[in-house]
């Protein structure tokens, strides 16, 4: 017997430890938060962390619904479109026992605005924030923004106090050379506070007995142990051993065995992230392909043979082993303006496609080069092979070149990629958010992740209606258009939306959080 | 001896200089770390004005001569990941490296040398026929995969291991050690036989040969003849004889063992320096990068140096052709 295939029998013979005390959660995933300033990074992990001691006004509950956090209410001022009017929770107080005021939340929106935040970029559209008593603030916008709140879901609140007197009133200038008490230490209002961290090691929390939350939360969890475990082979083992009762990322290709488990169970929900094929349809000529003097890219013909020779549930069954949800659009479908129409996926047809790239001129093919990330996304490099195989059969030989992210991503940012994936979540939960990246022509600061050439003057034009249209309905009919101008150009070759998969011990109950954000004040022990 | 040492340091110098040169002439194939740095929402400006205030653009030996300058002066700069100082964060992850080195490099010592003498004495037996072939497995098995199957078969079946971390930690002035605790080495157990499996199977199968050759020789034969224990001969001549050429080995092995801790620290989320080069890697986090390459280039330089040093405590024809050189 090969030495494999007894390693698989012995991997296969495994036995499930019992399961913890009902109410320390033992939490594992393969990175760790960055750091522990709620303002320095705007990182997925990092926020994980953050949310469990610190609050926003308002945040993305496990369904992705916007709910109230430390804001009760909120409103645009009547006449006034461009001053929200936030009221605020009466009776909240920090870990340290300072009470919540409207100061707090006028000295942290300043704070994420500061150059050193990495949270300004979601603020460009606030000019002002001001206190108007105690329990009331007003946000004001550089011109009407009906979508301000969510921009917000990740925007924790500080104590002035607290981070004035430790010279943490601004986020880490790491630049400079700074370090920061922040970044260690935390003071927030969440229902959560922190007991200790070792960086990359491990992070205690507490459940904080002051909670403003009681009674309306099921707050079962009083003590939350968190591991990063790098290795996925290892974090498998981990939960199978029992050591810990909660993994976010169990790849793919064990999920069975772990479902199968005694003791074990795996919840799934679509995730706010979409894979898709971006192609670069602008230039003359592209450097990388064996056409002479033409871009291939730019004939719509070649690009729509393209979309329906990718078979898209060969990659679900095959790649993904099921856990994906194939897409005809570049959009989750939590997302405002996604239709049941947009994503209907593209009927696979070789003969339809044969026939296009033969109208288009390219009926012996030509090849290109195709750059795909192999640590980012789920089974990327799987992907792409597939794909290389689907491109084959239309006669276009794509040479693939696999990078890991911290290479892959710069060729989309600096135009050096002509041909490339790319995967997509939308924060905002609305489609504002992938046109002003994804599809607007590439100038000044709009469309810095459109590597496509694609530019539309009316898409534009579209695109900044947008962000002060407040009339949704208006909106939301603006929207259907650019959507349909898009898929009509074909910009991008959707593949699909990835899915969560959250492991957890049978007796955790615990739905998962579209962006992959668990919040364990709503978890409960069965 | 005092010579030997100021020349070593000398090559020292020049060898970390080096180490510095050509890891920096790496990293801009790594990738771009302001993409990692600044979410999605980041504008190509936002990121160039990044790479200007950390000095990315700066040309290759700017860069370069101000890491040397600010090194020399103790000073690496804070990690573009964690945002911490580089030297802190070393400081706090060297204990559980070390620990693990020094645990899997002692055992594969004692074992190796242990299991060496008795195979070569008991040459035909068939135990150790046994673990002559047993011992391919260290060889041949890659260090992630017998580590992933020493999980399985002591975390996941036999549950009497845990599969990850360090845990039982002490802290004394400002090192913790897993060594004063039952937990610490519950935990350490997995990773110092992953680490150390490989250099133990090199150690066994070098002493063997070392010994058989020397068994053969004449004054070996001259020994017995003299009437002197069989003990004594084994390990009072034999052994003594096959030591130079074991230290030499052993001693470098320490050194990989040091540096290349990466892969067994990262199969069992072990909290040393080589995780944390390995989140630098994927982060292409420059300053823990190179603060790391140099760290280690100071540990072969440094074992190298102590090599030098047992070999003239024992075989004394070494230092005497020294100071025939020097004379």
Known sequence: ????????????????????????????????????????????????????????????????????????????VPGNPNVWRFTLREGVTFHGGEAFTADDVVFSIKRAKMESSDMKGLLTSVKDVRAVDDLTVDIETNGANPLLINNLTN??????????????????????GETSFAAANTNGTGAFQLVSRTPDERTVFKA?????????????????????????????????????????????QDLGRVDSADGLKVVKAAQNRVIFFGMNQ???????????????????????????????????????????????????????????????????????AKSLMADAGYGDGFSVTLNCPNDRYINDEAICQAFVGMMGQIGITVNLDSKPKAQHFPTIQNQTTEFYMLGWGVPTFDSHYIFNFLVHSREGDRGPWNNTGYSNADV??????????????????????????????????????????????NNVAFDVQPEDQPHFKYLSFQ | ?????????????????????????????????????????ASQAEREALKDRIGLNDPLPVQYARFVGNALQGDFGLSYRTREPVADMIASRLPATLELALVSALMALTMGVLLGVYTAINRNGWLAQMIMSTSLV??????????????????????????????????????????????????????????????????????????????????????????????????????????????????????????????????????????????????????????????????????????????????????????????
Request: proline share 5%; charged share 15%.
């Open chain 1, 460 to 505: 534009d034009s579209m695109i900044v209606s947008l962000e002060s249209e407040t009339d949704l309905a208006v909106r939301d009919a603006t929207i259907g258009k650019i959507w349909n101008q898009v898929q009509q150009d074909i910009v991008y070759l959707p593949v699909h939306n990835q899915v969560l998969n959250w492991s957890m011990a």
């Open chain 1, 282 to 352: 602008g230039k003359a000529d592209l450097e990388t392909d064996s056409v002479e003097g033409a871009n291939p890219f730019a004939d719509r013909r070649v690009r729509e043979a393209m979309n329906i020779a990718i078979n898209r549930e060969a990659i679900q069954k095959v790649v993904m082993r099921g856990q994906s949800d194939p897409t005809g659009v570049i959009m989750p479908p939590f997302v405002n303006g996604w239709t049941a129409e947009l994503g209907a996926i593209p009927a696979n047809d070789l003969n339809k």
């Open chain 1, 155 to 176: 925007l924790f609140i500080m104590d002035r106090g607290w981070s004035e007197a430790n010279d943490s009133a601004t986020p880490q200038d790491f630049a400079a």
């Open chain 2, 138 to 327: 260290g060889v041949s098995l890659p260090t992630f995969l017998i580590g992933v199957l020493l999980i399985w078969v002591f975390a996941v079946e036999l549950s009497w291991l845990p599969s990850f971390g360090r845990s039982g930690t002490v802290d004394i002035g400002g090192w913790t050690t897993g060594l004063l605790t039952l937990d610490g080495w519950k935990s350490l157990v997995l990773p110092a036989v992953t680490l150390g499996l490989y250099q133990m199977t090199l150690i066994m199968r070098l002493v063997r040969a070392e010994m058989m050759e020397v068994l053969r020789q004449d004054f070996i034969k001259f020994a017995r003849a003299r009437g002197l224990s069989e003990r004594r001969v084994q390990f009072g001549h034999a052994l003594k004889n096959t030591l130079v050429p074991v230290i030499t080995v052993a001693g470098l092995q320490l050194g990989s063992i040091v540096a290349f801790a990466i892969i067994t620290e990262s199969v069992f989320q072990w909290p040393g320096v080589g995780l944390m080069f390995i989140n630098a890697v994927y982060y292409v986090d420059i300053p823990v990068m190179s603060a790391y390459l140099l760290l280690v280039g100071l540990v072969f330089v440094v074992i190298n140096l102590i090599v030098d040093l047992l070999y003239l405590a024992i075989d004394p024809r070494i230092k005497s052709k020294q100071v025939g050189a020097g004379s």
């Open chain 1, 208 to 252: 904080n007995p002051n909670y403003w939350g009681k009674g309306q939360f099921p707050l079962e969890v009083t003590e939350i142990i968190f591991t990063p475990i790098q290795s996925a082979a290892t974090r498998v083992a981990a939960l199978l051993s029992g050591e810990v009762d909660f993994v976010q990322d169990v790849p793919v």
């Open chain 1, 1 to 76: 017997m090969p030495r494999n295939q007894i390693a698989a029998a012995i991997l296969a013979a495994a036995v499930i430890a019992p399961l913890a005390s009902a109410e320390t959660l033992r939490w594992a995933r393969s990175g760790d938060s960055l750091t522990l300033d709620p303002h320095a990074q705007n990182e997925g992990t990092t926020h994980t962390v953050a949310h469990q001691i610190y609050e926003p006004l308002l945040h993305r509950d496990m369904a992705g619904q916007i709910v109230p956090a430390l804001a009760t209410s909120w409103a645009t």
């Open chain 2, 1 to 41: 001896m005092l010579s030997i040492i100021l020349s070593r340091l000398g090559q020292a110098t020049f060898v970390l200089l080096l180490v510095a040169l050509v890891s920096f002439s790496m990293f801009r194939f790594v990738g771009d770390p302001a993409s990692n740095m600044l979410g999605q929402e």
